[in-house]
Nanobody
Framework: QVQLVESGGGLVQPGGSLRLSCAAS????????IGWFRQAPGKEREGVSC????????DYIDSVKGRFTISRDNAKKTVYLQMSSLKPEDTGVYYC???????????????WGKGTLVTVSS
């Protein structure tokens, strides 16, 4: 059974940091690109970052460049999103997705987790 489980969300003050984890089971993580996506209330789901399966190349949306870092540990079957200098506009439910190619488009994901809530507020 394919499963992606996100964890690490919570309430953090502006300027703070969080590390999200995406744990995979039921499939071989090595062969899949992973993306992190977020959805704020009333908004569409948007791609935040992705990492390829082949060479570990990464991509980010402009608004998080220099603040977020995606990484993967295939041995632990886990992908991480280190988030720092968090802003209120980073608030949302964060989802990880697995797909054949690294992309910031939600349409490219074959599998999804259920999400973890990140709230950035003072």
């Amino acid at each position: 059974q394919v499963q992606l489980v996100e964890s690490g969300g919570g309430l953090v003050q502006p300027g703070g940091s969080l590390r999200l984890s995406c744990a995979a089971s039921g499939f071989t993580l090595d062969y899949y690109a992973i993306g992190w996506f977020r959805q704020a209330p009333g908004k569409e789901r948007e791609g935040v970052s992705c990492i390829s399966s082949s060479d570990g190349s990464t991509d980010y949306i402009d608004s998080v460049k220099g603040r977020f870092t995606i990484s993967r540990d295939n041995a632990k079957k886990t992908v991480y999103l280190q988030m720092s200098s968090l802003k209120p506009e980073d608030t949302g439910v964060y989802y990880c997705g697995a797909g054949a190619e690294a992309t910031l488009s939600p349409l490219g994901m074959a599998y999804w987790g259920k999400g973890t809530l990140v709230t950035v507020s003072s």
